[in-house]
C-alpha cells in the first residue's frame, strides 16, 4: 500500500471482466501502432490558437472512439497491441498440454477458466456460496475483525486502491515505507470501503451527483436481486448500504488533502490505534491474519476516518453491517461471476460513469485480469517477445540526457539559493533509473490456479498478494520491486525509493521509436522521462529527501518561492473547462502540471544538446524545424477523444488532466514554443502570465 505514488496516464476505472454474448473477439494482430506523423498535422490551423487541435484535429477526425472503450488514444491503441501480443501468450498456455510448465499452467488455467463464460454462468452464485456463508454465519459483532480480514486479503487485488484511498471494505490494510524513514517498511492502515470513485460523489449536492447516487442505489438493488432478494428486500439493501457508505464518505479525508504526504503521517503503537476503534479488535483483525506484523509503529494514514469506522460498528445493527459487507464481496467479484452480475456492473461503473458503449471483448478482459493476478509471470514472456537489449541502452541513453538537462534546468534558476540548489542536485544524482522490467522474477509457484475455477483462482492470487505485501513489514526494502507489470502502457516516480520507472510496455511507438529521430523521441518519451524525474521535485515530491525520507531540505525563502510560483500553475490550470459546467481542480492536478511544464522543459533542452553536440541543430524535415517537430511529436502522444463522462469522472477525481490542457497548458507557459512557432502576444498559445517552476 504505498500512498504515494505518481503515474504518468491515468488509472482508468477497472471495468468488468464478465461479458456479454455480443461481445466480439477481435483480432489484436491487426492492431497497428501508430508513429511519429508529421503530415498528421493540420496546416489549416493556426498552432498559436490551439496547438492541441493542429497537432491532433486530423488524427481525431479519423479515429472515433471504439465502441468498448471510454476514451481513445496512441495509449490505448499500444494497450491494445500489448494486449495482442499477451493474448497469443496465453492462448498457447491454455492448451491442455501436460508438458507445459509450471508457469504457463498458472497463466493459462487462470486465462482459460475467465474465458469460459458457460461455465461460469452454469456455475451461478454457488461460486460466490461459500463465501456469502461465511457472513451469514457470523453471530456477533465481536467475529466482525476476523471476517473483514479475510475479506481484505482476498479482495485487495481485485479492488485496487485509487488516489481516493483503498476500495477493500471499511478501510484498507497492508504495508508501506514508513514516510519518515523510506529504509523501514512498516504496517499501514487507510481510508476505504467506498463503491463510488470518490467520497466527494456521496456528498455533493449538485444535479448530476445526485443523479449518479441513483444510478449506484439502482445497480446495487439489481445485485441485491441477482443474490436472491425480492424487490422489497433489495430495496432495503440497497439503502442501507448507501447510508453505510455515505457515512463512510463522510469520515473520509478528500483527495486534496491526501495530496500532502504530512497529513498521512501517523505514527501508532498498536495500543494508540486500538484506542481509535473501541468496537473493532484489531488484535482480532491481526489475529485473522496469522499474527501481528512485527512493525515498529502503524502508519494510520487517516485516524480521523478509523474513528469514524468505529462509529458506524456501534451504532449500525449487525444485520445491516453483514448486508455491507456481503455488497463489498459480490461488488469486488463482479467481473468474475455470471454474466447477469457482469452486465449490470458493466452499466453502472462502465456505461454511466464513463460512457462506455459496449464491454470490451472477453479476452481483453481476461488479459487484463492475469495481468493484474499473475503480472510478472505473463510479463516475463512478453518482455521475451517485444523488449531487446538495444532498446534499454537507446533509453539509457535518453534517461541519461535528460538527467543531465534537469541538473543544468537546476543550476541555473533564478530563483532558488545556492544551499537548495545543493541539496536538489544530490537529490537529482541519487535517482535510480529502472527500465523495462524487474531484474528478479516474482515466485508464484505457491499460488494455487484451479482450471475450471474463474473466482477461486481471483481470490487465491489476490491473498498471496495481499500476504506478500505483510510479509514485507519489518524487512529491509526491497528497491528492485515495480509497482507496475511490464506490458503496463504507462510510467512512475517512486518519492520513497527515489527511483524512475518505464515499463517495457510504455517503450513502443509512437512514445519511444526506433525509427523516428531525436527530435520526436525527445518530444515524445523524452518529456515522459522529464515528467517522472519532475516528480521528485513537484509540490508533493519536493517534501521527500534523496533517500525518500519526508524531510524539509528547503530553505524558507525557497519555500516560499516555490509555493508562488507553484500557485501560478495551480490557478492556471482551475481556469481551463473540461467539459461545460466542469473546471480542473488545479490544487488536484498540480503535481502532474508541475510534472508536465517540468517535463517538455528539459526535454527539450536536452534535445537542442544533443543536437548542438551533433552538428545538427539547423537540420529541416519536411519545412519543420527540429524544435517545431519536438512540440508536434510532444502534442501528437496526447491526441485522443473521450466520451463527456470520462472526462467529467477525470475531471473529479483524477489528479491528470485531460489531455488537451496536457498540451495547451504547457506551450503557453513556454517562450521556446512561441519562438518555435512564430506566436504573437496576444495569442491564446501566448500566456499573459506564464508560470514557471522548472
Ligand atoms: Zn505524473
Known amino acids: 500500500m504505498n500512498s504515494q505514488r505518481y503515474f504518468l496516464l491515468l ?154 484511498g483503498a476500495k477493500t471494505p471499511l478501510f484498507g490494510f497492508g504495508s508501506s515505507q514508513d514516510l519518515d524513514d523510506a529504509s523501514k517498511v512498516v504496517a499501514a492502515a487507510d481510508q476505504g470501503g467506498l463503491g463510488l470513485p470518490d467520497r466527494d460523489y456521496y456528498l455533493k449536492d449538485d444535479a448530476k451527483s445526485a443523479e449518479t447516487r441513483q444510478q449506484y442505489i439502482a445497480f446495487i438493488r439489481k445485485t441485491q436481486e441477482l443474490l436472491g432478494d425480492s424487490p422489497a428486500q433489495a430495496e432495503a439493501h440497497a439503502k442501507v448500504i448507501m447510508d453505510t457508505e455515505t457515512a463512510l464518505a463522510k469520515a473520509s479525508m478528500d483527495i486534496v488533502q491526501r495530496r500532502d504526504p504530512a497529513n498521512l503521517n501517523h505514527k501508532m503503537s498498536l495500543k494508540e490505534l486500538q484506542a481509535l476503534t473501541p468496537h473493532f479488535s484489531w488484535d482480532e483483525y491481526l489475529k485473522a491474519m496469522g499474527g501481528a506484523p512485527p512493525t515498529i509503529h502503524y502508519l494510520v494514514a487517516t485516524p480521523d476516518f478509523l474513528r469514524g469506522v468505529d462509529q458506524i460498528i456501534a451504532t449500525d445493527s449487525f444485520d445491516d453491517l453483514k448486508t455491507y459487507l456481503r455488497w463489498q464481496l459480490v461488488n469486488a467479484s463482479g467481473t468474475l461471476l455470471t454474466t447477469a452480475f457482469a452486465d449490470e456492473r458493466f452499466d453502472f461503473y462502465g456505461r454511466k460513469l464513463t460512457g462506455q458503449k459496449e464491454q470490451r471483448p472477453r479476452w ?171 516528480h521528485g521535485f513537484d509540490d508533493e515530491g519536493r517534501k ?68 548542438a553536440a551533433a552538428g545538427k541543430s539547423a537540420e529541416t524535415e519536411d519545412g519543420f524545424t527540429p524544435e517545431q517537430r519536438f512540440f508536434i511529436a510532444y502534442g501528437q502522444v496526447w491526441c485522443s477523444s473521450w466520451t463527456p463522462q470520462f472526462l467529467r469522472l477525470v475531471a473529479q477525481s483524477n489528479p491528470h488532466s485531460p489531455p488537451q490542457f496536457r498540451v495547451n497548458g504547457v506551450v503557453q507557459n513556454m517562450p521556446e514554443f512561441q519562438k518555435a512557432f512564430n506566436c504573437k502576444k496576444g495569442q491564446p498559445m501566448v500566456s499573459d502570465n506564464a508560470c514557471h517552476v522548472w
Open 544 to 611: 521527500f529527501d534523496p533517500n525518500g525520507n519526508l524531510r524539509d531540505w528547503w530553505t524558507d525563502a525557497d519555500n516560499k518561492e516555490f509555493e508562488g510560483r507553484a500557485k501560478c500553475v495551480a490557478d492556471e490550470y482551475s481556469s481551463f473547462e473540461a467539459t461545460p459546467g466542469t473546471k480542473l481542480n488545479g490544487k488536484l492536478t498540480l503535481g502532474e502540471n508541475t510534472a508536465d511544464n517540468g517535463g517538455a522543459r528539459i526535454a527539450l533542452i536536452a534535445l537542442q544538446s544533443t543536437l
Open 11 to 164: 488509472l482508468v476505472l477497472a471495468v468488468s471482466i464478465g461479458g456479454s454474448i455480443f461481445a466480439r473477439a477481435q483480432s489484436a494482430t491487426n492492431t497497428q501502432l501508430d508513429h511519429f506523423d508529421l503530415t498528421a498535422v493540420d496546416k489549416s490551423l493556426d498552432p498559436c490558437v490551439d496547438f492541441y487541435q493542429y497537432t491532433c484535429k486530423k488524427w481525431i477526425d479519423s479515429n472515433p472512439i471504439p465502441g468498448d472503450q471510454p476514451t481513445w488514444s496512441h495509449g490505448s491503441k499500444l494497450n491494445l497491441w500489448n494486449q495482442g501480443v499477451l493474448r497469443d501468450v496465453l492462448e498457447k498456455a491454455s492448451a491442455d498440454d501436460p508438458e507445459r510448465d509450471l508457469v504457463n499452467q498458472k497463466i493459462g488455467d487462470y486465462y482459460a477458466s475467465c474465458m469460459d463464460e458457460s461455465a461460469i454462468n452454469s456455475k451461478g452464485i454457488a461460486a460466490l456460496k461459500p463465501e456469502l456463508d461465511r457472513i451469514d454465519a457470523l453471530k456477533q459483532k465481536s467475529q466482525l475483525p476476523a471476517e473483514v480480514a479475510h475479506l481484505h486479503a482476498i479482495t485487495a487485488a481485485l479492488a485496487q486502491a485509487t488516489d481516493s
Open 364 to 534: 481483453r478482459r481476461c488479459t487484463q485480469a492475469v495481468d493484474r493476478d499473475l503480472g510478472e509471470a505473463l510479463g516475463e514472456a512478453y518482455v521475451d517477445r517485444t523488449f531487446g537489449a538495444d532498446g534499454k541502452q537507446r533509453m539509457l541513453n535518453l534517461v541519461h540526457a535528460l538527467e543531465e538537462s534537469l541538473g543544468k534546468d537546476i543550476e541555473q534558476l533564478d530563483w532558488m539559493t545556492p544551499a537548495t540548489k545543493k541539496e536538489a542536485l544530490i537529490k537529482l544524482h541519487k535517482i535510480e533509473d529502472k527500465i523495462g522490467y524487474p531484474n528478479k522474477w516474482r515466485d508464484y509457484s505457491s499460488v494455487k490456479i484451479i482450471r475450471g475455477d474463474a473466482l477461486g483462482n481471483a481470490y487465491c492470487s489476490g491473498e498471496f498478494e495481499f500476504k506478500r505485501g505483510l510479509a514485507k513489514i519489518g524487512k529491509p526494502v526491497d528497491r528492485g520491486e515495480w509497482l507496475m507489470t511490464p506490458p503496463t502502457v504507462d510510467a512512475y516516480y517512486d518519492p520513497q525509493l527515489n527511483t524512475i520507472n518505464f515499463p517495457a510496455g510504455i517503450l513502443q511507438p509512437p512514445f519511444f521509436d526506433k525509427s523516428a529521430d531525436d527530435a520526436a523521441n525527445f518530444g515524445a518519451i523524452g518529456a515522459v522521462i522529464g515528467h517522472e524525474l519532475t
